[in-house]
């Protein structure tokens, strides 16, 4: 957002695939952001495609526990050898295997993780043909989440979460919020 904001207000005017260039130099996650939409993303952050998702409310909860990346990283129990889910496999979303490599580690690290995960994967369920994925680990943590199809039933979830846990509901966006603002 900094960025995309200091172009328009600098009026350096640079494209957008350089400003994801020089963003991929801050951080992986930043290119996305700059993309701007839903995307899959590949590589290091660089290889992006765009996608269209269904509307969802996800229950985050933040477990009250710190898990530091360099500790997730040089766990000698994080696995490599997942087999990668390419943009192709979308076409049939519901049957692809998502996992993060980096939960086992950091609930194996952080048991108040894997209670979270626990405890927000027992509201999992069916929204027509489609059954809703179990709560998972963000990134590399320590947040957790889970999706629901209406606000009504996050805002319910989220309303039963453990006092000592911060949780709150957030929806998707199909596209980055100054997006079309600063296009102006």
Known sequence: TTLMSLNHLWNCQLPQAELMSLGLKLGADVPFFLLGCNAFVEGIGEQLQAVQTQEQYFVVIEPGVHVPTPSIFSAKEL??????????????????????????????????????????????????????????????????????????????????????????????????????????
Not at 89 to 110: G, I, R, S
Not at 167 to 183: C, D, E, F, Y
């Open 79 to 184: 696995t490599r050898d997942t087999k990668a889910v390419r943009i192709t496999d979308f076409p049939d979303a519901t049957k692809v295997a998502w996992k993060n490599d980096m939960q086992a580690v950091a609930c194996t690290l952080h048991s108040e993780i894997k209670v979270a995960i626990g405890w927000l994967s027992q509201f999992q369920h069916e929204s027509g043909n489609l059954r809703l994925a179990s709560a998972k680990m963000t990134g590399s943590g320590s947040c957790v989440f889970c999706g629901f199809s209406t606000e009504t039933q996050a805002n319910e979830v989220c309303a039963q979460a453990p006092k000592h846990w911060k949780a709150w509901v957030a929806k998707s966006l199909q596209q980055h919020p100054l997006l079309g603002l600063l296009a102006r």
